[in-house]
């Protein structure tokens, strides 16, 4: 299987995997570590080759993780790395996406994004992002956790080039839906889903067991092929094995019918107004 023919076009025209891998608490385990080295590497076999990290993420410990499991196959991976508001002043960004740079192993990050919006002005942490860019450490940037209103002044402070935002959005959490989603897809910036299976919640839902039994899947594939029939949306569910690696990588392959849709709104109703913008 090659997943890498499903992509999204960036705004730069650079295009990214429209299924990856998250990272948030891997690399916080000695005994797991070898097990969440081989579930990265299997879903890079597997096309996907998108890995999002975070400094924030053990305080640098999956960085590393991700920086051993991608020895040798830099040129294959879409990295994905976000600093942290406290750190995203005009120095203080530079200053971060270095020190991720030399946990990581590599002499550049594919999109560097702002992991939420914080105290520091936005034109700051985006004359950084420029440089980072000029100086070859970055190749684009991109903000997380950002509403329609922080994605608004972003633009208004001179951030037209942002690629991506990425933000909580599975079945269980539809407010972009109303607004937020609309307006990214109107300015061409698309959208990464992260915590996509809702930390496993989704899983034991009476409705997506349902949807998946009739259809000879999982659960998570459910949830997984939900998201990814939208245009311009991105998913980065993470795995610490291999076998559930592959079973998500197998989502690309689902198309779920107007009768599980259905079933799906009806269970998971669209928003009906503004809601704000939910974080984990």
Known sequence: MTLALDAIELPSGQTM??????????????????????????????????????????????????????????????????????????????????RSLQRLGVDHIDLYLLHWRGSHPLAETIEAFAELVDAGDIGQWGVS?????????????????????QILYNLTRRGPEHDLLPWQL??????????????????????????????????????????????????????SNPEHTRENAEACDLRLSEEDMAALDTAFPPPAGPQPLEML
């Open 17 to 98: 995997p429209v299924l990856g891998q998250g990272t948030w608490y891997l690399g916080e385990s000695p005994e797991r570590r070898q097990d969440e080295i081989a579930a990265l590497r299997t879903g890079i076999d597997l096309g996907m080759t998108m890995i999002d990290t975070a400094e924030m993420y053990g305080d640098g410990a999956a960085e590393e993780l991700v920086g051993e499991a991608i020895t040798g196959r830099r040129s294959d991976v879409f990295l994905v790395d976000k600093v942290l508001p406290s750190n995203a002043s005009r120095r203080g960004t530079v200053q971060a996406c270095r």
């Open 186 to 239: 109107a300015h061409r910036i698309p959208v990464m889903a992260y915590s996509p299976i809702e930390q496993g919640r989704l899983l034991g839902h009476p409705q997506v067991a349902e949807t998946a039994a009739r259809h000879g899947v999982t659960p998570a594939q459910v949830a997984l092929a939900w998201l990814l029939r939208q245009e311009s949306v991105a998913a980065i569910p993470r795995s």
């Open 145 to 165: 956790n950002f509403d329609v209103s922080d994605m608004t002044d972003l633009v208004e402070a001179g951030g037209g080039a942002c690629a991506a935002n």
